[in-house]
DNA sequence: AAACTGAACATTTTGTTGATTGTTCATCAT
DNA sequence: ATGATGAACAATCAACAAAATGTTCAGTTT
């Protein structure tokens, strides 16, 4: 049964390469499968869909993001300056995608347009991040206690969601969009100090 | 002179009627303009596109909105109260906007998309009341001073985005968004308290 | 001269057709 | 029996034509 995973993993490798070269919408299945000498059918005894193939390619990808923030957490310093940064990075990172691979992009609209489970799965993620620095914080004796800090971490997300999804707001102009986070998150720590 | 003017009006009900009943662009030029027992170029010599039509039809109803932030601004109480009742109240509103009438939605989708500019001045009035109540807590010694006023108005708008344009995020549940509105605002409120 | 018209023009939308593509399944090969 | 194929099917897309619509303007009316 490790013949499967391995094939698994070809397509994926197949599929991926279309998927940043050409994009989501124009790579087809039949590519992927001649690609890799095999038919379309088969492709659907390993993935159940196109779309599944993109979200394993996303997935793949995840522990790329998920080290970038890590980084950032087990940094040293304070939890403050850590909260701050690691909303900067998101916000470079996500910008970059955008501005240098459309390909990428679109890759990453259609799966959190058709597959929105997905797309909240990772914001959940990103919370356990949140609640580690909010936790520090709190240790540290900065921030005020709170009772349900994944909670708390969800309304940092709402309130830094521009920052997020720049695209919603067809604001493309990043030097805006740091000079407005920055405020935001001086807004949110405020927030967060102890009293 | 005031003929002109008179023409302009009932050239706006007209429309106005239409945009509501069968949304922005559902509406023609030539149905607006027999309506009226007139030409279509003739509207041209009052109102320089269709757009435009749609953008005072806008422009009329914002009274509308001025006074319900005016009430909520003007209201007793303290201005950290109100602030958060001011952002309850927008949320609501837009909401229902949008739940109660397509129609409409379609109407305001169109000109913020095509006329970005008119949705800037829209946030920029907004602000107009977000500074007063930020002066009014300061003035009572609720809210630390801070030396420019506007620019916190707009951070605040900047975490609040997500309530602003529900439809961006396509969360439709005002419940949802009701709960997170809260959480978000207690925490601003938090970042705005003197110390 | 000023107000207005409606045909003309250019752009956008809509409808339609054929090709493409995601998916399934009867069939074949091992 | 299991693995794989590729033709068949349905849904979607692309391209083109036709219709509708926003806008302009020469010409008409007042």
Redesign the interface.
């Given at each position: 049964m490790d013949e499967k995973a391995e094939t698994r993993d070809r397509i994926l490798e197949a599929a991926g390469r279309r998927f940043e070269h050409y994009g989501y919408s124009k790579t087809t299945m039949s590519e992927i499968a001649s690609d890799l000498k095999m038919s379309t059918g088969n492709l659907y005894r390993f993935y159940p869909s196109k779309l599944d193939i993109a979200e394993a390619h996303a997935r793949a990808h995840e522990c790329d993001e998920d080290e970038m923030m890590e980084t950032v957490v087990a940094s040293g310093g304070s939890a403050g300056v850590r909260l701050q940064e690691f909303h900067r990075v998101i916000l470079e990172h996500t910008f970059k995608l955008i501005d240098e691979s459309k390909k990428i992009f679109e890759l990453a609209q259609a799966i959190s347009r058709e597959r929105?489970a997905y797309a909240n799965r990772r914001l959940a993620i990103e919370r356990v991040y949140l609640v580690r620095m909010l936790e520090d914080g709190i240790a540290e004796g900065l921030f005020?206690r709170h009772d349900n800090l994944d909670?708390?971490a969800?309304?940092?997300q709402?309130?830094?969601?521009?920052f997020r999804?720049p695209q919603?707001?067809?604001c493309f102009r990043i030097d805006v969009l740091r000079r407005?986070?920055e405020?935001?998150m001086?807004?949110?720590?405020?927030?967060?100090?102890k009293?």
């Open positions: 929105p005020d909670e708390l969800e309304m940092i709402c309130a830094t969601m521009k999804y919603l707001y067809n407005e986070l405020g935001t001086d807004l949110i720590y405020k927030g967060l100090l009293r």
